[in-house]
């Protein structure tokens, strides 16, 4: 399999945005050839902005601070992690993994449309959208400004267990404060998509080649994607693994992104301990340099690094 890096330039005009007289706008999108035709590349939604306390919490300070200073981010009150959406195409199926964040999250995220734009693709050409869980980021951006589905030829799946809970007018009640809109908004939004979600278990064949595998504690029916072709396999991660410093460094921790904090610990040492093992290449929504990378050890073999490419 072979990865590459590709730059598009995109006009104002064709973004659909107010620029400087004779701006462009840059995107990349990153590349791993499947084979027989099949590709993955990753296409930039913008990127987060999240407060020190949204990665770090209560988490050990002097060590965790070790961790991100030996990445970059020493003393650092905010944090932009990317978002990486997963498009695959095969000659007859242009399938998204998880749809953006859509115009009503944050001001840096919502790029998705153009994105697709600079590769001449339409929504319409998409034919599949799979979610890996409902956070804002991931979820929102099925519904353009007018609550009408942004990909009209798209049929949509998502894990049984996830749509569950977000449809459960209980979760609004017990969902941490911090994401109350988080809940109110996948609700609404799967409210007005009704019966076009098709909804999937663990280890089910979603499509030809493409199982399902629930990788809990992110979010309760949090979903990754076995990727399948001739030439190679890949794994769509989601949120499962969340970054490229505290989550390799120390899996075990504790995350404050996670909504279950010990089993998302779990599911991220079992995960990085399977891709370490296997070499296997994989996409993570927050991970740098396009997310498509591999694991490696580091240290005394419970810690991990993440190799971009």
Request: include cysteine.
């Amino acid at each position: 399999m072979k990865t590459t890096r590709r730059r598009f330039l995109a006009t104002a005009a064709a973004a659909g945005t107010l620029l400087p007289a004779g701006a462009r706008r840059l995107w990349a999108a990153t590349s791993l050839d499947l084979g027989g035709g099949a590709t993955l590349e990753t296409l930039s939604d913008g990127n987060l902005v999240l407060p020190a306390a949204f990665v770090v919490g209560d988490l050990p300070a002097e060590e965790a601070g070790a961790i991100l200073a030996a990445a970059g981010l020493g003393g650092a009150t905010q944090f932009t992690p990317p978002c990486n959406v997963t498009l695959f195409r095969d000659g007859t199926r242009t399938i998204l993994f998880d749809a953006g964040a859509g115009p009503d999250f944050m001001e840096s995220t919502g790029r998705l449309p153009e994105a697709l734009d600079a590769l001449g693709l339409a929504p319409e050409d998409v034919t599949h959208v799979l979610f890996t869980h409902a956070h804002p980021d991931h979820f929102w951006g099925i519904l353009d400004e007018f609550d009408e589905p942004l990909f009209p030829s798209a049929e949509l799946v998502m894990g049984g267990a996830e749509h569950a809970y977000w449809t459960d007018p209980a979760t609004v009640e017990t969902i941490d404060p911090m994401r109350t809109s988080f809940a109110a908004g996948a609700a609404r939004r799967l409210d007005v998509l009704g019966d076009a979600v098709r909804l999937v278990d663990d280890g089910e064949e979603v499509l030809p080649g493409i199982v399902a595998r629930l990788t809990p504690g992110h979010t309760p029916g949090h979903l990754a994607f076995a990727v399948s072709a001739e030439g190679g396999q890949a794994l769509v991660l989601g949120d499962a693994i969340g970054n490229h410093h505290l989550a390799f460094a120390r899996p075990d921790w504790a995350s404050p992104s996670d909504q279950d904090a010990a089993t998302a610990a779990a599911t991220r040492v079992a995960l990085l301990e399977e891709l370490a093992g296997s070499g296997l290449a994989f996409v993570g929504f927050h991970l740098p340099d396009g997310g498509i990378g591999r694991v490696e050890r580091a240290g005394d073999g419970t810690a991990f690094r993440f190799v971009a490419g």
